[in-house]
């Protein structure tokens, strides 16, 4: 059974700050590489950023300098440091692998709002 639970989310200011947590199976953690996907209201889903085993990493533009993406080795977690975050950040956040996976998890809501 595919593990992919998603936390961390909630409402912010803009300029602030969410840290986004994606709990997963060991065998996942370490056989493939993760990433973060969104979906905001009316559009694509859409990769912002992965991480591969190795620990490189890469980013959408529209969030580069601004989010961070990191692994837990010992909580088989990938997670996702959001900072000065932007109306147009407001979206479902969702981990998957890299290429995703058939299943999602439910996926956790960030909004950005004054």
């Known amino acids: 059974q595919l593990q992919l639970v998603e936390s961390g989310g909630g409402l912010v200011q803009p300029g602030g700050s969410l840290r986004l947590s994606c709990a997963t199976s060991?065998?996942?953690?370490?056989?493939?590489?993760l990433g973060w996907y969104r979906q905001a209201p009316g559009k694509e889903r859409e990769l912002i950023a992965n991480?591969?085993?190795?620990?490189?990493?890469a980013y959408a533009d529209s969030v580069k300098d601004r989010f961070t993406i990191s692994k837990d080795n010992a909580k088989n977690t990938v997670d996702l440091q959001m900072n000065n975050l932007k109306p147009e950040d407001t979206a479902i956040y969702y981990c998957?692998?890299?290429?995703?996976?058939?299943?999602w998890g439910p996926g956790t809501q960030v909004t950005v709002s004054s």
């Open positions: 998957n692998a890299l290429p995703p996976f058939s299943a």
């Open positions: 991480i591969v085993e190795g620990g490189s990493t």
């Open positions: 060991r065998h996942i953690f370490i056989q493939y590489t």
